[in-house]
């Protein structure tokens, strides 16, 4: 059976692997754990312990097991309590990691409850801080401080060097396949490739390597970016021309959904530019991926992984 390991972070991640759970491969999921926003980041300052809210959505969309254990999981509590906001998953994740003494065995006992169709390894074990320097100038502290600045961003970097799970490592190391993303190119994919251990095992495993480029830009993150300024950022982190292909959206957004974005979010479609993408030696894989639910572009879990899907089955 093929070994495909996805590398991302945040709901986008979670999009590829409710598709990808359906074919029939070998599914690693390793997810970046440096986020510090609302319950997640409450969770992480308490008990000084990773980010828990992505991993949470990964381990769910993963999930075979009944709709109502998923509902479960993901139920946020109201009102004013001190629970206000915090889902029920990301608590039981907490409980399960102290009890369990880390975080890995946790969503492993997680995953068992769940039934899951692959495996799920957070990055590391330690409790990140991404940094992000501006091209004004400015360091930004904490990816969810970086993600509501706006500001537009040079490069990102870890505040401590984290220690990498060695599973992560040798999952790379034995893939037919590596797909980065779906997910914020800054603050959900290249959080793994800040990481030299990680680089260095993608280039020296014998995968090939495939990029899920985003459908519409991030403020802040890729404003005004094209396809191959994705590509481009990336191979920069990875020390090289190391993508294989990138997948993108081809099919048309109309255009009051794009004025809705340009309005509230200063984004746009990203623009699939055939001439620069040659220029990167990068094969183009693209295709209907969207779909329009209430005014929001969101990915087709089961175009998007039918694409990544025969792509793995393609011969070199």
């Known amino acids: 059976m093929k070994k495909v390991v996805v590398l991302g972070g945040g709901h986008g991640l979670s999009v590829i692997l409710k598709g990808l759970k359906l074919f029939p491969i070998d599914l690693t999921a390793v997810v970046a754990v440096s986020d510090d926003g609302s319950s997640t ?52 994740l907490t409980a399960l990691a102290d009890i369990n003494g880390s975080l890995t065995e946790a969503v492993k006992s997680f995953g068992k409850i ?6 799920v390894l ?12 501006t091209k004004q100038g400015e360091k930004l502290e904490g990816e969810e401080h970086i993600r509501k600045s706006g500001k537009e961003i040079d490069y990102v970097e870890y505040k401590e060097k984290p220690l990498v799970l060695d599973e992560v490592i040798n999952q790379i190391l034995g893939a ?19 990481c030299d251990e990680v680089v260095d095992a993608i280039r020296k495993s014998d995968a090939r390597v495939l990029y899920v480029c985003n459908a519409m830009t991030e403020h802040g993150e890729t404003d005004n970016f094209k396809v191959s300024d994705h590509i481009k950022i990336l191979n ?3 020390k090289g021309n190391v993508i294989d292909a990138v997948l993108a959206n081809s099919k048309h957004i109309d ?3 794009q004025e809705r974005y340009k309005k509230l979010e200063l984004s746009k479609p990203v623009e699939i ?6 220029k990167t030696d990068v094969e183009l894989l693209e295709d209907d991926l969207i779909v329009i639910q209430d005014q929001m572009v969101r990915h087709d879990s089961m175009n998007t992984a039918f694409c990544i899907f025969s792509y793995l089955l393609k011969e070199r």
């Open 176 to 194: 037919d396949l590596i797909v980065l993303g779906l997910g914020s190119l800054f603050s959900s994919i290249i959080p793994h490739l800040i």
């Open 255 to 257: 255009i009051d959904v």
């Open 41 to 92: 980041g409450r969770l992480r300052k308490e008990f000084n312990i990773p980010a828990v809210g992505d991993l949470r959505n990964v381990v769910v969309s993963l999930s075979e097991s009944e709709p109502l254990f998923e509902k479960l999981f993901q139920y946020r509590f109201k009102g004013n309590s001190d629970l206000s906001g915090h889902p029920v998953g990301n608590l039981l």
């Open 273 to 278: 530019d055939h001439e620069e993408i040659i």
């Open 114 to 119: 769940l039934n899951l169709k692959g495996k």
């Open 122 to 133: 957070p990055l590391t074990e330690d409790a990140v801080t991404l940094v992000a320097h």
């Open 236 to 238: 920069k982190y990875l």
